[in-house]
């Protein structure tokens, strides 16, 4: 007599399992999260990456189906990563994992190409399903998080507010981030490819446009910003 097939677990050998490219600028939590998905059938971490610049880097070298990126990352954020993948890779699948239960970033992750924003705290709960749905093409945002973000974005659209706005384009986010990590101009000016004159003129308009005076100033901001860790 036939038996009725499983539809628990697709059956090894079946299809390829989705390559991952997992990126988090802390060895301890890419372990941690490594050993969630190669416990999976379906799902395999093929290469690792300590920042949003070398996420870049080894998506192209790697061409993995699936990225996870951690949002506070050195050198370039996660955020600032996924536009990027998202530009050059437009088949790629982006999901944020993150600790930042946060309205901005989440709507910032969407507007970057992310398919799923998942917390850190619940990732053995809910990064396995996340990365299966980015690669049914479909969202998923942790449980909890859908009602209320609607009910907020509906509820302010309603009333006619803004929604939040970018004060500072994405170039100018990639500068003050670096100048936030000490990198000196002529630094900065080899890292984004442009002259030095260029990332003076871009450093003399972020103080302009967020009325602060020097380094420091603008390194503070970049914390409260979320672009680099205190």
Do not use: W
Not at 38 to 56: K, M, Q, R, S, W
Not at 65 to 91: F, N, Y
Not at 106 to 115: D, I, S, T
Not at 116 to 129: F, I, P, Q, T, W
């Amino acid at each position: 007599m036939p038996t009725s097939p499983s539809f628990a677990t697709p059956a090894r050998g079946a299809a390829a399992p989705t390559r991952i490219l997992l990126a988090d600028d802390h060895a301890l939590v890419r372990r941690g999260v490594r050993l969630i998905l190669d416990g999976e059938p379906d799902l395999t971490v093929v290469a690792e990456a300590g920042d949003g610049a070398e996420a870049i880097e080894m998506a192209r070298s790697e061409q993995p189906d699936l990225v996870i990126l951690d949002i506070a990352m050195p050198r370039l954020t996660g955020l600032q990563a996924a536009r990027e993948l998202s530009r050059v890779m437009p088949g790629l699948r982006i999901l944020m994992l993150t600790m930042y239960d946060n309205e901005q970033y989440f709507f910032e992750a969407l507007k970057a190409g992310a398919a799923g924003y998942v917390l850190k705290s619940v990732a053995d709960r809910d990064l396995v399903e996340a990365c299966r749905a980015a690669m049914r093409d479909e969202p998923f945002l942790y449980p909890g998080a859908v009602t209320a973000l609607i009910r907020n974005f509906l509820d302010r659209a309603r009333d006619g507010e803004d929604l939040p706005a970018r004060a500072i384009t994405e170039r100018e986010e990639e500068i003050l981030k670096l100048v936030a990590e000490g990198n000196s101009s002529k630094e900065i000016a080899e890292l984004l490819f442009i002259s030095v004159k260029t990332v003076e003129r871009h450093r003399a308009n972020l103080l302009q446009k967020l009325g602060l005076r020097d380094r420091l100033e603008l390194t503070r901001y970049a914390i409260r910003a979320g672009l680099i860790e205190p």
